[in-house]
């Protein structure tokens, strides 16, 4: 085994260091070699970022630019849920709903596609989005995935038309994210050949449904399927809700949600239901059934394994979210760098008021936003390609689905956080106009908010990507000793940890090589930032694993599991970081523009040492930086952001939003002219010499 002087980065002392920031700073723009002139490409760029399905996602984008598809600020919530419901009509007679459907039933089984379309409708209306998601993502979905042929051949038809407005009943005011607990159970009543589906106390009630306190006439119930005395798990029903006058059918009731924190345009309420028979063929039955005489039969003999694979359906909502959100992200960072590029505050006397994207903290504070924008772009297009994949059946295996689920758990709560952080900045660098609900980011952040809870609440979902990673871990190490556990961890793990999830190979230890300039110019060389992020995730994951192996033996297994949920977490959110990087370094190798390829490279730096920037604590605590090293990162984090600062502009337009999807005023140009207005007023007064004397220079 290696020495700890061996292992541990930073520990070698070859020379005295006692450098100031500035010098460091000076020290690093001395190795920036790259070519500062390189200019992006505007119109290449802004289509690469469009991804495969770009021609889709600008149809969807148009659609999305239209004022009948906008929200409008300030409308009550009846107003808003009644235009929203005619917004889903529209996107029916716009043919915009119908992409992944069978074609045998006027679909195009285009998965990705569908989903590229769907998230550009965050830009007209996140309350639209949403509630078309319910309706097609969901509700739609769930028939077409968990039935067979005969629920498509009498369901699918008017739920792809809205003639039957849909409801996906799963979540229960005392179950969310723990749905293999939820309490509705559907028993199968052998005399009369019907399912009976019960809420037994009020927690079973199904809650924050979409569709149900209004328009909903059907739904997808899951519950627990009974039959024989045998609960056999979580399954789906087609339950008839409403009457055609609107009315619940005998045995069904429900309430409003009424107002919330964001999306008000969503009918969003509860359901419950007091022995309500529905026929014994209404049971969704492609991966259960039960036959005349209520014995139950499945393909898949498992019952974890056969849950899991009906919840897949829910993997599209999160592949949806995760590209919503990464549009959100977009649309705020264009309205905040054109107002930070335009605005102008403070200046010294007989001066020109300063810019304000000028100023080194808002650059801090908008530009790592970009960089991080720029990665979830680049890695919602590997998983929304990883989804149409499986999906369409190109590579539908146990594994390919694993791994999809994985990554979707991944994404989803980095870009749902990531959205409501960079609303939130783009928000206060705007100021008192970021304020104002007519610049939009403010009604925008509210919208996003139920972003990070729904389709799976973050942490439970980042709690299932550590649990993949322990599992692939294992595997890989199941027949090693503590000694020899404990080796490898104090070594690193010199090979590929996992498979499927995602980890990568440490290839190398960094090491300290005793100047900022030479830690500069190692930190730029993306072997070592895949090095320096790769290298946390499996030391965590190793860590955790050793304390998991050895509680096991005690029987105290599932506190030390608790004990480490924190940790955990950190390792799922590393562990995205990562596969956000990776997929940010692929894209790079694609980007046939050089000048293009130059300007993103630097951002795809920023984004990476900017994440071992704000971890710099533990890369420190566990040796792997010196604190000379610790500090180049920051330095060169710094002259990252100084170096993009010019193309600050063009990397936001490049998104391709135009003022029909930002709607805030403070992008449309209005901030330039207020300002032209007033450098021309200051310049005739001081020309016509009426100008006033200040205070301090008539006193001399």
Known sequence: MRSNRAYVVGIRHERPHTMSILDKVETVNDVATENDAAMIDRAYLSRYLLGKWADVRLVSRALAGKPEMHNIPGLGMDEHRARVL???????ENGQVHRAFPAAYGGLDDHGGNLAAFQELVAADPSLQIKSGVQWGLFTAAIAHLGTKEHHDRFLPSAMSLETPGIYAMTETGHGSDVSSIATTATFDEATGEWVINTPFRGAWKDYLGNAALHGKAAVVFAQLITKGVNHG???????????????????????????????????GRLHFDHVRIPRNNLLNRYGDVDENGNYTSPIASPGRRFFTMLGTLVQGRVSLDGACVNASKIGLQIAVTYGNQRRQFSNPGQEETVLLDYQRHQRRLIPLIATTYAQTFSQEVLLEKFDAVFSGLDDSDASREDLETMAAAFKPLSTWHALKTLQDCREACGGQGFLAENRLTLLRADMDVYATFEGDNNVLLQLVAKRLLTDYSRKFKDADTGSLARLVMEQVTERAVTGSGLRRLGQNVHDLGSTARSVKELRDPDTQRDLLTDRVETMIANIALELRDAKKTGEEAEAFNRNQ???????????????????????DKITDDGTRQVVTWVRDLFGLHVIEQNLSWYLINGRLSAQRASAVTAYVDRLITR????????????????????AEISSGVEQERQDEARAYIAELVRSGKAPIPEKSSRQ
């Not at 399954?235 to 309430?255: A, C, K, Q, T, W």
């Not at 010019?646 to 709607?663: C, I, K, N, S």
């Open 86 to 92: 005619g917004q889903l009509k529209l996107l029916v």
């Open 644 to 663: 993009l600062r010019p193309h600050a502009q063009d990397l936001v337009d490049t998104f391709g939003y135009g003022q029909e999807h930002l709607r």
């Open 566 to 588: 924190s940790a955990l977490i950190e390792a799922a959110i590393a562990h995205g970081h990562l596969l956000q990087w990776e997929a940010f370094t692929n894209a790079l």
């Open 234 to 268: 979580v399954h789906g029903f087609y339950v008839p809700i409403r009457d055609e006058n609107g009315s619940f059918l005998p045995g069904i009731g429900g309430e409003d949600d009424g107002y919330k924190g964001g999306l008000n345009g969503i009918d969003n």
